[in-house]
């Protein structure tokens, strides 16, 4: 099993940067891609960045790129993601996700609990 607890969400003003943190625990050595996805009240839970653990290849949805870093240390089984340039439409929920092993790209099977982010005009 793997465990993912996100840190750092919070309350910040619009344009302000912010910076999301997920540690995993458990079979972490199961884990391969990690990523971030976000859920705001009557929204589908949407991706919002991924990043491959041995290349560090990440990629993002087309409203956070150019805004959003994704970045993890392996060493730490930690992931990360800068938020900058927030805007109020930021605001959900965010969690992060981890997939295992032989599993296809982005397919991930373990979640975290979620840090609310909210973002004042």
């Known amino acids: 099993q793997v465990q993912l607890v996100e840190s750092g969400g919070g309350l910040v003003q619009a344009g302000g940067p912010l910076r999301l943190s997920c540690v995993a625990s458990?079979?972490?050595?199961?884990?391969?891609?990690m990523g971030w996805f976000r859920q705001a009240p009557g929204n589908e839970r949407e991706f919002v960045a991924g990043?491959?653990?041995?290349?560090?290849?990440?990629r993002y949805a087309d409203s956070v790129k150019g805004r959003f870093t994704i970045s993890r240390d392996n060493a730490e089984n930690t992931v990360y993601l800068q938020m900058n340039s927030l805007k109020p439409g930021d605001t959900a929920v965010y969690y992060c996700?981890?997939?295992?092993?032989?599993?296809?790209?982005?397919?991930?099977?373990?979640w975290g609990q979620g840090t609310q982010v909210t973002v004042s005009s």
């Open positions: 990043i491959r653990r041995s290349d560090r290849i990440t």
């Open positions: 458990g079979r972490t050595w199961s884990i391969d891609d």
């Open positions: 996700a981890a997939k295992s092993y032989g599993r296809r790209s982005y397919d991930f099977d373990y």
